[in-house]
Each structure stands twice: as structure tokens, then as C-alpha cells.
């Protein structure tokens, strides 16, 4: 059968080919409306994925337009736009179904499968022909019980003929419905495939189902009974083994294209900033969501949910109306950033903070405040959890360990308070990050509060939004200094050597690189959270690569330590003039040296 997928995101589009063409569809893609439309009118397909945000001709005008020119074929509308009134539109618009990215690809093969099925003359996924048996769901071929060999084609061939028993096929109409256009290949390639096709049916013991209707084509010849379609020779392929095919098809397209989603997502940060310094700027705006909506419809698949969530929360705020708003923009570049982790997540080892989502206790009687932080952070992708009195905040505490507590120091109980269970907290190994909320503004609490250790301390009243962020931003630091990640560039290995002896024991992982000129490439490639430069290298020197990170917008915040031998007054102040944060001579003592590079990490982000 033949699909024709018009999708103008590369990544999504090759993914979608190579899944479809593992369950032996033909496919042609079209990256804009107009090439989908000339297609469409073009050659025969059994369906059309497509996507609705197109170039040139949007997907909804391209499915009237097919309507309108008694196009029949079934039309599946696959898109990041998930609002009831944007599937009333499409379905109206004469789509047959609407499937929102990021998909499921096993569920989207079965929606796939249930429209083909509409208009052929099959009511199941099972087909037999004498002693040969079709699996529609697992794309194979049974003969005696064994699965046959075929090739894609010789498969597709089989396949077609089964679906449509009565119909004769010319040879060029087979080409058409079961060859790439691209492919032109000549009448003579049709009637190979069939030769070998009988070929193999004979050696597994099944009669040749094809008949040659001379002058004609070919067609299913029939079978000494009629062609059934109950209860299968043979389990059908179990579920597990698809998505493991499309989870290996997925991970070879994402290595392709990860550098590409790495420029869209500085290019998305890049007009985000532009538009925070100056947000009367329509143009400026749109591609922005434009670009927010392809990742939020493309991450998903590519197993970064967390990601196309982000990309989501990019694209309604770039809706809203409150893109002028201060108070917005911290939790847009904290948007920005857990955007900017995703993509760099290795895909074979679990998420940060051990892959599950954060958890968040509200220790507040505030009964309307704590449901409208539970419903917002859920949007946020936190677990949320609420406890009205002390007693359920400490059995939370033992079952769930949270990440953050948000504590009203107001809430008490018989012989206990917040500041007695502020107290509990700051002794707990490991600790938990605790933000104050309290009405009452006293001096002496907010002391009492700091020498224990909470973090953060909110005056009441505040609104959910404005606490949501200093909860998103102590999350952050938490994620950011569990765990770090240091470039060092020096030619002489030994520092790189002494420093990952130094740094190993608090969590700190040391990327060494001792040549300069493969600064550039290695700084993408493992992205890190804090540079260290040697002043003096052979090729670029440390000031030389200091201002090239400074002048990169992606680059430019990111925290730089210069680690020399030399001590003279020219060399320090040349090193800041280029940008750096820190200078350290490198005879210092290993302690100093120790406490100046995770005190440079933990302010890295601030």
C-alpha cells in the first residue's frame, strides 16, 4: 500500500518514513502543502498523513482542496495543535482521523491500519489464501505455519493482491501504488518481483496465488475455497517487537538530526531574548511560535516528552498576552533551560533526578492556594502532594522524600510548629530544600529561618504563579548543582588529571581536551556547566577561545575559570578583559582550588 506523508519537519518526516516503510508501506514525502497537493493529484495512494502548520499551503486547506477535487482517500491529521475547535476544524475539513504530536507510533500504525481497512474489502487483520496466511498488524506472511521470507516489495505485491481479490492490476499500475516515484523504475521491474515471489511460494509449499491475465495485469487467482478472514494460523506479532522497532528507528533519526534540534533551540532562545528586550515585535514573534510548536510536535517522538512539554509551555506563553510581563520571564527562561537539558539528555541512561519527576510538598492550611499550586505544577510536570496539618506532612516526608517542601512556618500543632519541623528538615540526610511561606514579617524569623537553612523565604500574600517560580528556580539549582559537568582545555593532560581526583568526590564529572583547535566542537558536544582554560596553549590561547564563548549567544552566560602558571598583573587583567569569571594560579592549594570551582558552579546559573 501507499502513503503519502506531507511534513515539513525533517526529523518527523524521516521518522515516519522509516517506520512506515518498516511495515512494507510505500512512502513519498512532501515537505510543503503545494508539493503534497501536486502529489496527491499526481499518483494513487490508500492514504495521506498530514500535518496541519505547513509552508506555502496549510494542511487544513490542503484537505478541503482534496475533498473538493473528489479525493477519497482516506486523510489522517497528525499535529502539535490539540484544542477541541483546532480537531472540529480538521475533521470538518474533511479528515478521516486526528492523531496529536507527539504520537504513539505503534497507536498511530493501528489508526493507520483501521483506515485502511475502511476501504478495502478486509474486517480483519488476518487473511488466508489456501494455506497461506496474511498478517496485516505484524506485516508477515505464513505459509504451513512458517513465516516466509519476502522482501518489501514481494511482500507489498502479495499484500495487495489479498486485499483486492476481483481487481486485475496493470504493471504500471503496480508501480504507481507500490514504488517511490523517485525510484522510475521500468514495467520489466513488476514482473521480476512476481517471478520471484512464485519462486518462493513454491519452495514453502503454497500454490502460486497470482494469475497472469494476459493483455491485462495480474490479479488474485481464486482459491479452492473463498478467501476467509477468521481466526489466525499464527499469533500475530507481539506488540513489544513493534515498538522496539520503532524505538530503533526513532534513536537512528534523533543521532541525525540532534545538532538541528540543538540550533532550533538556541534560535528559539534567541528570540525569546529579542522579544523579552522588546516584546512589540510581531514578526519576531511568530516565527518564535512557530519554532516552540515544531519542537513541541517533534520532541515527543524521539522519547523527550519532557522536552515537547517545555517546547508547549514555550508556545502558550508566546499565545498570551502577557509577554510584557516581568514577572513572567524567569519561569520563560526556566522553560528555556529544562528545553535546553532535555535535548542534551542521554537517551540510554535515566533523566536527571533519577528520571522520575520532581516531588513538591505544600505544608499550608491554605486550602485554595495549595489546589491552585497542585494544578499548575501538574502543568509543570511536577508531582505535587498537600499537607493541611503536620501529621500528614511527616508520613509524606518518610514515603516520598520530596524534592522541595514549601512550608508555612504559620501551621502548628500540640507541642510542635513550622519552625519545629524547619528544624527536622535542616538535620535530615540527605537535606531537602525548603522554601518559608509565612504572613507575618519578623526580623527574627527570617534569622532564625537562615541559620536553619531555608533556602528561600516567600511573605504572604503572594500569587501562584510568583511562588510556582521560586519553586521551578530552586529545582533548578538543585538539578544543576547535583550534579556537574567541567570542561578543562590545557595541553598538559596532568591538570585535567588533578582536577578530576579533586572534583570526583563531590559529584563533578572533568572533560578533558588537550587540543585547542577541537574546542568548538567538544564545548556542543558535552555541555558543560563550567569552563576551565590553560592562558597559554599552541594555536589559540585561552584568551583567544574565552572570547569566542562570550561572543556566542547561546555561549555567552556560561561561567569561565582561567587555571595558569603565570602570575603577572598583564595576564590577569588580559584574561578578564576577555571575559573570564575567575582567575586561579595553579600552584594553589588544592582546597582553595576545590571550594573556588564549586562555589563558580553553584553561582554558575544564578
Known amino acids: 500500500m501507499k502513503i503519502l506523508v506531507v511534513e515539513d519537519d525533517l526529523p518527523t518526516g524521516s521518522a515516519l518514513a522509516e517506520i512506515l516503510k518498516e511495515h512494507h508501506y510505500t512512502v513519498n514525502v512532501a515537505t510543503d502543502g503545494r508539493g503534497g497537493l501536486e502529489l496527491a493529484e499526481a499518483f494513487d495512494y490508500d492514504l495521506i498523513l498530514l500535518d496541519i502548520i505547513l509552508p506555502k499551503l496549510d494542511g487544513i486547506s490542503l484537505c478541503r482542496t482534496l475533498r473538493s477535487r473528489g479525493c477519497q482517500c482516506p486523510i489522517l491529521l497528525l499535529t502539535a495543535k490539540d484544542s477541541s475547535s483546532d480537531r472540529v476544524l480538521g475533521l470538518d475539513a474533511g479528515a478521516d482521523d486526528y492523531v496529536v504530536k507527539p504520537f504513539d507510533p505503534p497507536e498511530l500504525m493501528a489508526r493507520i491500519r483501521a483506515l485502511l481497512r475502511r476501504n478495502t474489502p478486509a474486517t480483519t ?63 520489466w521491474t513488476v514482473s521480476t518481483h512476481i517471478k520471484c515471489l512464485r519462486q518462493k511460494l513454491k519452495a514453502a509449499g503454497a500454490n502460486n496465488p497470482v494469475e497472469t491475465v494476459h493483455g491485462l495485469g495480474y490479479r488474485l487467482q481464486p482459491p479452492s475455497y473463498d478467501i476467509q478472514t477468521e481466526a489466525p494460523v499464527s499469533e500475530p506479532e507481539p506488540p513489544q517487537n513493534n515498538e522496539q522497532k520503532a524505538k530503533a528507528i526513532t534513536d537512528k533519526i534523533w543521532r541525525q538530526y540532534r545538532d538541528r534540534f540543538l540550533r532550533q533551540a538556541a534560535e528559539l532562545e534567541h528570540l525569546i531574548e529579542a522579544l523579552i528586550a522588546s516584546p512589540e515585535r510581531p514578526q519576531i514573534r511568530r516565527q518564535a511560535e512557530l519554532l516552540a510548536h515544531k519542537l513541541a510536535g517533534s520532541l515527543g517522538l524521539f522519547d523527550r516528552p519532557a522536552g515537547s512539554d517545555r517546547a508547549r509551555n514555550l508556545e502558550n506563553w508566546l499565545q498570551s498576552e502577557d509577554l510584557a510581563d516581568p514577572g513572567r520571564w524567569r519561569q520563560v527562561r526556566h522553560w528555556i533551560e529544562q528545553l535546553h537539558r532535555e535535548l542534551d ?58 524534592d522541595v517542601i514549601l512550608l508555612d512556618l504559620g501551621i502548628a500543632a500540640p507541642g510542635e510548629d513550622g519552625m519545629t519541623l524547619l528544624r527536622e528538615l535542616c538535620d535530615r540526610k540527605p537535606p531537602i530544600s525548603v522554601l518559608v511561606l509565612t504572613s507575618r514579617d519578623s526580623l527574627t524569623e527570617r534569622v532564625e529561618a537562615t541559620r536553619l537553612g ?17 519553586i521551578g528556580a530552586v529545582l533548578s539549582q538543585n538539578l544543576h548543582s547535583s550534579r556537574g559537568r567541567v570542561l578543562v582545555v590545557d595541553d598538559d593532560p596532568l591538570t585535567a588529571t588533578r582536577l578530576s581526583g579533586l572534583l570526583r568526590p563531590h559529584n563533578i564529572d572533568v572533560i578533558a581536551l588537550d587540543v585547542p583547535q577541537k574546542f568548538w566542537e567538544t564545548l556542543n558536544r558535552c555541555q558543560p556547566d563550567l569552563l576551565i582554560l590553560d592562558l597559554e596553549m599552541p594555536g589559540y590561547s585561552g584568551s583567544d577561545l574565552c572570547r569566542v564563548v562570550r561572543q556566542d549567544f547561546r555561549w555567552h552566560g ?17 584574561a578578564f578583559a576577555a571575559g573570564a569569571d575567575d582567575y586561579i594560579a595553579k600552584d594553589v592549594e588544592e582546597a582553595e582550588l576545590t571550594g573556588r570551582i564549586i562555589h563558580r558552579l553553584s553561582r554558575g546559573n544564578n
Not at 519476502?150 to 492490476?169: A, D, G, V
Not at 513538591?360 to 499537607?387: C, K, M, N, P, Y
Not at 602570575?567 to 590577569?572: F, K, P
Open 125 to 187: 487483520s488476518i487473511l488466508h489464501w489456501e494455506n497461506l496466511t496474511c498478517d496485516l498488524a505484524g506485516s508477515k506472511m505464513i505459509c504451513n505455519g512458517e513465516v516466509l521470507h519476502l522482501t518489501p516489495k514481494e511482500y507489498c505485491l502479495l499484500e495487495l493482491f489479498l486485499l483486492n481479490p476481483r481487481q486485475i492490476f496493470s504493471k504500471r499500475a503496480l508501480l504507481d501504488r507500490l514504488w517511490d516515484f523517485a525510484e522510475a523504475p521500468g514495467e
Open 345 to 402: 539528555r542521554d537517551p540510554h541512561r535515566p533523566s536527571p533526578a533519577d528520571g522520575r519527576s520532581p516531588v513538591i510538598l505544600i505544608v499550608d492550611r491554605d486550602r485554595v492556594l495549595a489546589e491552585q499550586l497542585q494544578a499548575e505544577g501538574t502543568v509543570s510536570g511536577w508531582r505535587v502532594e498537600v499537607a493541611p496539618d503536620l501529621n500528614v506532612a511527616h508520613q509524606t516526608i518518610a514515603e516520598l522524600s520530596p
Open 454 to 470: 531555608g533556602c528561600t523565604f516567600l511573605h504572604k500574600p503572594l500569587s501562584a504563579r510568583q511562588i510556582l517560580e521560586a
Open 558 to 574: 556560561l561561567p569561565i575559570l582561567f587555571l595558569s602558571a603565570h602570575r603577572e598583573l598583564d595576564s590577569i587583567n588580559g
